[in-house]
C-alpha cells in the first residue's frame, strides 16, 4: 500500500512538471522576443533624444552667430551714419534687411526639422509603450495559463 502510494505521488509529480516545463518554455520564447523588441524601442527613443539635443545646439549655435553678424553690420551701419556717407548706410540697410529675413527663414526651417524629430520621438515613445504593455500582457496571459 505504502508502494502505490509513493508510486502515484511520483507519477503525479511527473506529470505536473512535464506540464509546467512546457508553459516556462513558452513563456521564455515570448518574453526574449518581448524584450528584444523593447530593447529596440528604447534604442530608438534614446538615437531621437540624442538627434534632437544636436539639433537644439547645432540651431542655438546658427543663431548665435546669426546674431552677431546682424550686430556687426547694425555697428557698420552706425558708423557710417555717423560719418554722413549716406549711400554706403542705405547700401549697409539692404544687406542688413536680407540678411535678417534669410536668418528668419533659416529659424523656421530650422524649428520644423526640430518639430518633425520631436514628433518622431513621441511616436517612437508610444510605440514603446505599447510593446511594453503588450509584454505585460502577455505574462499575465502566461501566469493565468499555469493557473
Do not use: P
Not at 41 to 56: F, H, N, P
Not at 106 to 133: F, N, P, T, V, Y
Amino acid at each position: 500500500m505504502k508502494k502505490m502510494f509513493w508510486l502515484m505521488i511520483a507519477v503525479a509529480f511527473c506529470v505536473t512538471l512535464s506540464g509546467t516545463a512546457k508553459v516556462y518554455a513558452e513563456e521564455s520564447g515570448t518574453t526574449v522576443t518581448t524584450t528584444t523588441t523593447t530593447t529596440s524601442l528604447k534604442e530608438e527613443v534614446a538615437s531621437d533624444k540624442t538627434k534632437i539635443k544636436e539639433q537644439k545646439e547645432e540651431t542655438k549655435k546658427d543663431t548665435q552667430e546669426a546674431k552677431s553678424e546682424e550686430k556687426e553690420l547694425r555697428a557698420q551701419l552706425k558708423e557710417a551714419k555717423v560719418a554722413g556717407d549716406t549711400a554706403k548706410a542705405k547700401e549697409l540697410r539692404a544687406k542688413l534687411k536680407a540678411l535678417h529675413q534669410e536668418n528668419v527663414k533659416q529659424m523656421q526651417q530650422d524649428k520644423k526639422e526640430l518639430h518633425g524629430a520631436k514628433k518622431e520621438l513621441r511616436q517612437d515613445k508610444k510605440e514603446l509603450h505599447k510593446a511594453k504593455k503588450e509584454a505585460l500582457q502577455d505574462k499575465k496571459d502566461v501566469e493565468t495559463e499555469k493557473k
